[in-house]
């Protein structure tokens, strides 16, 4: 109610203003979710119900000898790996929706709450995704002494993280795709993961913006900012973020550059449906989504640890 200016009378009276819904609800923001787009999915299947496993053969390493005219040949028999990845991990929406606020309402609100659930089960996943990365790259793609060759990239380690400025944010990017090199990860296919806060020490680095990488696509849908050596760029505020007491309370994010085949991903929509309640005049709203997530081959990933600087 507009406040009245001392000595206006109130000619309303004791009646209460009132209350007028707004035909449309407010805007709702969502995280971009980029799991998907940085993980392998080849290995997708009829994925029915948690506890599924998928069973990924791996190539097995070929040896090479050396030839002298006349020898024998020595013949291997290659065995193939496996490495399993659980479809062990499910989440779900459920709501209620009552018939007779349904037909009152002046908007279409099991719609939009349909539309809500689908995108919080994706940023859910993300998230979960994300945070199983943590700790999974090989020995030599992390730490203070990253490099399987150089042993000279500093990476940050917990207690010790490396502080990303404007100055030094390319360099670092440059060198995760380095740690990568080393361990002769294809170029092809490769992905950074990195913070909002970051996103902004790169767009006011040297490059001054994402559109000096070479790809003006919008980062609305799905987070990714360009290209910067071999790399496609993507935003997100899921990654796993830590108050680090031993670095002083600092909040450290971990950042990932990765290969494709260094994560699988599987995920089944299991069920998507709308019945009646049972126990009032309306409906019950559901969803159900299963999916595994693993790293399957550490030494295409790399995995800073890093905070902001001034």
């Not at 000595?7 to 009646?15: D, F």
């Not at 969803?287 to 905070?307: C, D, H, M, S, W």
Request: charged share 20%.
């Amino acid at each position: 109610m507009i406040s009245m200016f001392s000595g206006v009378p109130t000619h309303s009276g004791n009646l209460t203003p009132a209350e007028v819904y707004a035909g449309k609800l407010l805007r709702k923001f969502y995280e971009t979710t980029v799991f998907a787009a940085i993980a392998s999915t080849d290995y997708e299947g009829e994925i029915t119900k948690g506890g599924d496993k998928i069973i990924i053969r791996t190539t097995p390493d070929i040896i090479i000898r050396d030839y002298v005219i006349g020898q024998p040949l020595n013949y291997e028999n290659p065995e193939p790996g496996t490495v399993e990845l659980s479809i062990d991990q499910a989440k779900y929406y459920a709501v209620k929706i009552n018939k007779v606020q349904q037909k009152q309402a002046d908007i279409a609100f099991a719609d939009d709450w349909a539309k809500d659930g689908s995108s919080q089960m994706k940023i859910a996943i993300d998230a979960n995704g994300l945070a199983s990365m943590v700790g999974g790259a090989a020995a030599d793609n992390k730490g203070v002494t990253a490099g399987k060759d150089s042993g000279s990239v500093n990476l940050g380690a917990a207690g010790a993280p490396v502080t990303i400025t404007s100055t030094n944010v390319v360099t670092k990017i440059v060198e995760m795709g380095q740690v990568l090199a080393e361990q002769s990860v294809d170029e092809d296919g490769l992905s950074l993961v990195i913070p909002a806060w970051m996103s902004t020490k790169l767009k006011t680095s040297d490059l001054k913006d994402a559109s000096m990488t070479g790809d003006g696509e919008s980062v609305m849908r799905n987070g990714r900012l360009g290209r910067i050596d071999n790399f496609t760029i993507y935003r997100s505020n899921q990654l796993t973020t830590v108050t680090d007491a031993a670095a002083s309370n600092k909040k450290c994010t971990y950042v990932y550059a990765l290969h494709k085949a260094a994560v699988a991903f599987a995920s089944q929509l299991v069920e998507n449906e709308t019945l009646p309640n049972p126990n009032d005049f309306g409906s019950l709203m559901r969803g159900l989504q299963v999916f595994g997530r693993k790293v399957i081959n550490p030494v295409a990933l790399a995995e800073g640890y890093f905070t902001p600087g001034a």
